[in-house]
């Protein structure tokens, strides 16, 4: 059974930092991308940032570059996103997901939209107040 969980999320003041972590299971890693997507109320949901176990690719969105860093323990089957500097528009439903390469696709290029999201974590809330 394919399992994400995610946690490490809470409230934290403008300009502070949070690590969240995805915990997977039943599925080999390699064959996947795992991604961090974000909801907020009434937006629709992003995502912020991916990544490859198998070649350490990483993929940024640009609301997010410099300031969270994406990782991942390959030991532990764990992905972690590291945010600083956090704003209250940083405030959302915070997901993690694997995703399988879309057929025709490459993994020479790596971006989220090459890939189908199959496997969802039930998400964790991060509020940053001001």
């Known amino acids: 059974e394919v399992q994400l969980v995610e946690s490490g999320g809470g409230l934290v003041q403008a300009g502070g930092s949070l690590r969240l972590s995805c915990a997977a299971s039943?599925?080999?890693?390699?064959?996947?991308?795992i991604g961090w997507f974000r909801q907020a109320p009434g937006k629709e949901r992003e995502v912020i940032s991916s990544?490859?176990?198998?070649?350490?690719?990483?993929y940024y969105a640009d609301s997010v570059k410099g300031r969270f860093a994406i990782s991942s323990n390959n030991a532990k089957n764990t992905v972690y996103l590291q945010m600083n500097s956090l704003s209250p528009g940083d405030t959302a439903v915070y997901y993690c997901?694997?995703?399988?390469?879309?057929?025709?696709?490459?993994?020479?290029?790596?971006?989220?939209?090459?890939?189908?999201?199959?496997?969802w974590g039930q998400g964790t809330q991060v509020t940053v107040s001001s």
């Open positions: 039943g599925f080999s890693f390699d064959d996947y991308a």
């Open positions: 990544i490859a176990h198998r070649d350490g690719s990483t």
């Open positions: 997901a694997a995703g399988a390469l879309k057929y025709g696709s490459s993994w020479d290029v790596f971006a989220p939209r090459l890939f189908e999201f199959h496997y």
